[in-house]
């Protein structure tokens, strides 16, 4: 089965990226083989929407299951929709939090775990007030 945990870098030691739609990689592992794609999230960066692009983007690798520090809204409907699982709060090493998920320590997310541009740091996409 595909699983796919958000990454600080593009390896199985790298952190678990606490952010779905902005994290830095996508490592999509085969939960048998321990095979793995490291994927940049090309919708880090963008101004908005960069959860459904990411979960999009996801959706269209096969995944069946994400794992991730948190989710956004949009994101979670656009992964929900394409019958992917989505397991949220987990941080640590990837491959160890894939050994977790395997052995049934990590438990299905029902909705969003942040709000609306979760991720996006101060004054990043929104214009200010009155200066």
Do not use: W
């Amino acid at each position: 089965m595909k699983i796919c945990v958000t990454a600080s870098s593009g390896s199985l030691d790298a952190q678990v990226d606490p952010r779905f739609g902005r994290c830095q990689y996508f490592l999509i592992v085969d939960s048998d083989t321990m095979d793995f794609e490291a994927m940049p999230n090309m919708s880090a960066n963008t101004m908005g929407g960069a959860g459904i692009q990411a979960a999009q983007a996801v959706a269209n690798k096969g995944v069946k299951v994400v794992i991730t520090g948190n989710v956004g809204p949009n994101a979670i409907q656009t992964l929900s929709a394409a019958g992917i699982k989505v397991i949220t709060g987990d941080f640590g090493i990837v491959k160890e939090v894939i050994k977790m998920y395997k052995s049934g320590q990590l438990k299905e997310t029902s909705g969003a775990t942040v709000g609306e541009h979760f991720g996006m740091g101060m004054g990043q996409g929104r214009r200010g007030g009155g200066f």
